[in-house]
């Protein structure tokens, strides 16, 4: 079974409390296995890779542009699209689940690619509109852990209807 795959969205310029709220996030989805996608650049994407390589994760950074020795240094596996913001399609594919922690208008593409695509979005200290996320949680913990379960439901879901049809 391969690890699920858990997309960290976020301010690219975070303030110290969101970086410590997406370090701790990077960290929990990597000692449960998961593997970390994200933006693979600075503000929370940096976090929670390096919250992520801490524990020994994986972590996938989806760049922006084509050069790989762009990413933060705690992504493991560059992928450089040359796409711009046009990545933010590809962040929300890669993940059967987003952490969605502060935000602006990059983070907010994100989410809404997710909302489109059926991939749930838990919201952590988010400032994204009412409506966007699916739920909520209190801690770093807590949305690690929601992720987790919802990304697995997801999967278990496809792996049902792909028996079905």
Known sequence: MRPLRIGVIGSGD???AEAGLAHAVGAALARAG???VCGGMGGVMRAAADGAASEGG???GILPGGDARAAADGVTIPIPTGLGEARNVVVA???EAVVAI???WGTLSEAAFCRKFGVPVI???CSLPDGVVD???EDAAGAAARALDLAAARREGHARQAVNE
């Open 14 to 16: 975070a303030a110290p």
């Open 34 to 36: 998961a593997i970390v």
């Open 58 to 60: 994986t972590v996938v």
């Open 93 to 95: 594919r890669a993940s």
């Open 102 to 104: 502060a935000g602006e």
């Open 123 to 125: 919201g952590l200290a």
């Open 135 to 137: 739920e909520t949680a």
